[in-house]
């Protein structure tokens, strides 16, 4: 349970943390969001480009025993739990949006529980 949800959610983040960085306004397309200057573009790459390739580099480095596999569980727990918790409250406050950000905020949720479930069982 341990790799596989580190491996998971370390995986996930590194492809979307990659795409995000090398093709911003392909990212952007699908939830209809137009990037139309620098700044645009330098906040998507950083704040999602470069965090979320931080984030995978800490999920992988725990599934590689490079640093200590309950840390970066608590990690996996504690951000896509605070990634699903906001995706439920915009889903109450603001609607559905596109059906790949239903998926994303399932791949969360199921992430999250997993790391929940191996921490309970001693990481």
Do not use: C, T
């Given at each position: 349970m341990t790799r596989f949800t580190l491996f998971g959610a370390g995986l996930m983040m590194l492809v979307v943390g990659t795409l995000h960085l090398v093709n911003p306004q392909m990212m952007m397309n699908e939830p209809g969001i137009v990037l139309s200057s620098a700044n645009h573009f330098h906040v998507v790459r950083a704040a999602y480009g470069g965090a979320y390739l931080g984030i995978a580099a800490l999920f992988l480095a725990g599934a590689l025993q490079r640093i200590d596999e309950r840390?970066?569980?608590?990690?996996?727990?504690l951000i896509f739990g605070g990634f699903a918790s906001g995706r439920i409250v915009s889903l109450a406050a603001?609607?559905?949006p596109v059906p790949l950000y239903l998926g994303v905020l399932g791949a969360e949720l199921i992430f999250a529980v997993c790391?929940?479930?191996?921490l309970r069982r001693g990481g």
């Open positions: 840390a970066a569980l608590a990690a996996v727990l603001d609607g559905l790391a929940l479930l191996a």
